[in-house]
DNA sequence: ATAAAGGTTATAGCGACTATAAGGTCAAGC
DNA sequence: GCTTGACCTTATAGTCGCTATAACCTTTAT
């Protein structure tokens, strides 16, 4: 079985090459993000550059946060080499407007908590200003967490 | 069943008084986090204004992003009203820390995904440079995500 | 008396993995 | 040839903080 002969990969071997975990690539796998080119007589997942191109763009787009719902599309979108990007750009446009919501839902967060450390004074439980504050009431929902 | 004369609530009412779901309530209390103060006879849930206060601290701390099991000990803390409050500071504090790093790894996702939203020229995806960008390989995980 | 609005439990699902168990395969050293 | 260990396979359950569903019981209002 010619599994070296370059540009083929075992699970493990195209972990290696990813930087993913030989079982988020099965996970993958099973999910049909990432079906593998092959099989051995044995069974082995065989994978080819395409494959691993293919998961170094679900990687890095799970890293920009994209679900993998998302990237579902966003891989169908790709294969569409001669539709116009609109489309791309507009997840990449919603997955901005995420990001900031949740940014500004975690800089309020921020400030919340370095309040509470500020009063802080360094006595007796009975007497925390950080506890007397938790169990105030209000404070509206974040829009996302 | 006196459940209305005042300080007494069903989920529901005590719900109603929190902002909170009735279901929540019934996962805190399978949880242990809050448990009900009895039963009627039929075995309805009733709580009184101790259990309002302590829903009020979980749900603040919550907003605050502290996970469940934090909360317990949280909780645990503000029982002992004698011991020092250096404990629960020191829990904000790890709490700050871990918004603070969450904030940064958010503020390097925007800042990538404006470049890639910029760098869209409105033409094919053949030509698109978001699809080539997301198909680099680099990228470092975020400390957390 | 009945129906709606509440309550009860147990169980399964979400997303994106991660962990475990129980087994099959392959390359290397003896 | 035989064993060891590293690799592969599958199926199943666990993580977190809920949320949803089903099947049933109780209280309240008309």
Aim: one cysteine or more.
């Amino acid at each position: 079985m010619n599994i070296n002969r370059q540009k083929h990969f075992t699970v493990g071997r195209l972990a290696k090459a990813t930087g993913t975990k030989a079982v988020t690539i099965r996970y993958y796998d099973r999910l049909g993000l990432l079906p593998s080119a092959g099989r051995t007589e044995s069974g082995y997942r065989l994978y080819t550059t395409t494959e691993r191109d293919r998961l170094l763009f679900i990687r890095r787009s799970r890293a920009l946060g994209f679900s993998l719902d998302d990237i579902r599309e966003l891989l169908d979108l790709a294969d569409q080499k001669a539709s116009s990007c609109a489309a791309v750009d507009a997840k990449v446009e919603e997955q901005l407007v995420r990001v900031r919501t949740r940014l500004r839902d975690l800089q309020a967060l921020e400030t919340e908590l370095e309040h509470l450390s500020d009063c802080c004074e360094g006595g007796v439980i009975d007497e925390c200003r950080i506890i007397e504050s938790l169990s105030l009431r209000e404070s509206s929902e974040p829009s996302s967490l």
